[in-house]
């Protein structure tokens, strides 16, 4: 689905930046052109009629979908749907999500940007070139965020309800396995080691009055049942000195007085949490450290949907950081997500990758070239022609005089020559490409509208 919007705040930037008095009166002018236009399609369109959402995420029609939405803590447990197009808790949004802004803070692809009027593209700079034919590829290309995996990250909170006295780690502190992260004073542990000292001197008075009551019978004093009572007695006693110690033990704490224990590392990782404070009182439910294991990451590549019968688990991948002056690593696609964003049109694929030096870091962004094993056409334009978003790299696409559409593109290995820059997927030999004002129309379509996007011009 594509949005349109209406380029007001662009001509408003473009009057207060001009020191020319006939030209902001003609780009005033302009400005009483621009035309408001319908913000989306039909409600209908690709709308489940018996559950009222979009079919492709209708959890009711498709219930695998339904642990994608939990895992990513969207969901709604009361109605069974994901809570961002839950229709009966925001019927407002007609069963699809809002689309003001792509969940990576970048334009959705197919955002539209009208302007009335036929100045108004000249009095804003606007100009345009066609693609031209690329030299082709024989590999997909696709955007990459590098993230923790979820599966060595520990959450560590306290055992028993207290108040910390001590801290021994913060933020950023390689921890091992084993490690006292913090000690806590608790009541509860302080009442559990007072009853293990009586427990002990219960066991020990049990033993004693069982070896006097055997003692007694051989003797011919003691009948038989006393004696039985006493070994009783000491079975009993023995086995609530052992609950009492291994509750102990699962707090972290000693036998002995005074009630602390201390909270330690379960794993081996980086503290990325640290949420307490000496003398502060927490309870079991409260995480108080968080432990991540980085010596593997995650890449999550966003694959094309048009690309996804030709990918699959197993494939291999070359990944390239921006932030490590294009250093490669190697791996491959562990899990393709079973789920389209309807907004990027894109699905997740991700990649494990061993991080011994700790050169890969969360967040980071990139690219994943994934072998496609046949040749591939690919188009060409000016660099100046490529605006970016975060970890997404934009183009626009003149459809109409006035009428602009984003796209999100994907840049061919090794980007191109000379002042051209080829791209791999989003923009097709022979359509109109901004190459001037393009920022400006950029600007349009993010959430804060001027100045909310990255001003940085890729110059790859």
Request: a neutral charge; aromatic letters at 4%; glycine letters at 10%.
């Amino acid at each position: 689905m594509c949005r349109l919007l209406v380029l007001v705040p662009l001509v408003i930037l473009l009057v207060s930046a001009s020191g020319c008095g006939r030209r902001e009166a003609d780009l005033a002018t302009a400005a009483t052109q621009v035309a408001a236009a319908p913000t989306s399609e039909p409600r209908e369109a690709g709308i489940c009629k018996e559950h009222g959402v979009l079919e492709a995420l209708c959890t009711k029609c498709n219930p695998k979908l339904a642990p994608v939405f939990q895992a990513r803590g969207d969901w709604c447990a009361e109605h069974g749907f994901p809570e961002s197009i839950c229709p009966i808790c925001h019927p407002e949004r007609g069963g699809k999500p809002a689309v003001d802004v792509a969940g990576d803070d970048a334009p959705a692809d197919g955002t539209k940007v009208v302007l009335k009027g036929k100045d108004t593209a000249r009095l804003a700079g606007i100009e345009t070139t066609k693609a031209v034919p690329g030299q082709g590829r024989a590999e997909i290309v696709a955007p990459v965020t590098i993230t923790y995996d979820t599966a060595r990250i520990a959450q560590v909170g306290a055992r028993a309800p207290g108040v910390v006295k001590s801290i021994a780690a913060d933020i950023g502190t390689w921890v091992a396995a084993g490690t006292p992260l913090a000690v806590i004073e608790s009541a509860v542990v302080g009442g559990d080691q007072a009853r293990l000292t009586a427990a002990r001197s219960r066991v020990q008075a049990a033993e004693a009055n069982y070896h006097r009551e055997a003692e007694l019978e051989k003797k011919g004093i003691s009948a038989r049942k006393e004696v039985l009572a006493a070994q009783q007695e000491v079975h009993q006693a023995t086995a609530e000195l052992e609950v009492l110690q291994a509750a102990l033990r699962g707090v972290g704490a000693q036998g002995g007085s005074g009630g602390r224990y201390s909270v330690k590392a379960p794993v081996s990782g980086v503290v990325t949490q640290c949420t307490v404070s000496v003398e502060r009182y927490v309870d079991s439910q409260m995480p108080l450290f968080e432990i991540v294991d980085t010596s593997f990451m995650l890449a999550e590549v966003a694959l094309p949907e048009a690309e996804l019968g030709t990918v699959k688990a197993g494939t291999q991948v070359v990944i390239s950081l921006d932030g490590l002056g294009g250093r490669e690593f190697r791996g491959a696609i562990a899990h393709i997500a079973p789920l389209v964003d309807p907004q990027t049109r894109t699905a997740k694929a991700r990649v494990r990758l061993a991080n011994p030096q700790g050169l890969l870091k969360a967040n980071m962004y990139g690219q994943a070239r994934i072998s496609a094993g046949s040749y591939r056409s690919s188009s060409a334009v000016p660099r100046g022609a490529i605006q970016r978003a975060k970890a997404v790299k934009l183009a626009f696409i003149r459809l109409a005089p006035g009428e602009y559409e984003a796209r999100r593109v994907q840049l061919a290995s090794g980007h191109g020559r000379g002042d051209l820059v080829e791209i791999a997927s989003g923009v097709e030999v022979g359509e109109d490409v901004v190459v001037a004002g393009s920022f400006l129309l950029k600007t349009e379509t993010l959430k804060d509208s001027i100045g909310a996007g990255c001003c940085e011009v890729d110059t790859k």
